[in-house]
């Protein structure tokens, strides 16, 4: 109770709804490389869809952007432990059937559960685009579970086995602007991995330098079956970002893109 009284003192803490906070929830502060760990399960059984590694930048003032995701193409030691981890986690809730998302951080002392949550992963990201890298999503695997379980334990038994690797790029603002038109959606169908671009500007339209998720300026989804060919791309997209990011939103007015 006295830290939660010194901290209403500090920040003058309330609800939403203008009520009063009479408990603290505090979560100890890692360091490490965050992962999201899919699932699906079927009768308690657990199998893994996918698996994302984030990339992030810290910025000055404080902000933690999410530069780009990218999947995970086979297990390591630490990748092995952080699933069996997840499956544990999904044991712990009591799933027994259907898809669920977790967030995770790895550090020294091993996986560490960020969040979960009972849902397919977010992102808007297309059945087509997962199906390219892992050749199901995790709509197929959740059917599958109710509807026909012979089968979801046939393609669980395969193990974690991906087709392609596939990344997520976040483009990062580095100032606030109005963009006019974005050459990136003519830029960027010229990279091999290139699968859409997600940067769409019918009208000036404000953007905030990029400080959280929220702010990001679009982005690119990049899928091949050679991650070093992904990783050139990203490579090449940082580089136009940092050093041309006009290429990415332009102040003027473009046609064509």
Known sequence: QEMIDAVKEVFNLT???????TELVIQERIKGQEYVVDTVSCDG???VTLIWKYNKIKTPEGGNIYDYDVTVSELGIGEAELVEYAFDVADALGIKYGPVHGEYMVDEKGPVLIEVNCRPHGSSMDAEFLDMISGQHETDSSLDCYLNPEKFNLER???YHPF???V???FIVPKDLIAKSSPMNSLGINLKSFY???VSIKKPQT????QDLETVGGTVYLVHE?????QKDVDFLRNVEKRAFQLVLSEELHENV
């Open 157 to 159: 038994l395969k193990g």
């Open 226 to 230: 050679d991650p070093l060919q992904v």
């Open 168 to 170: 997520v790029k976040n």
């Open 207 to 210: 953007f905030h330098k990029t």
């Open 164 to 166: 392609a690797q596939g």
């Open 196 to 198: 859409k671009t997600d």
């Open 45 to 47: 059984v657990h199998r």
């Open 15 to 21: 609800g939403v709804y203008g009520n009063e906070l």
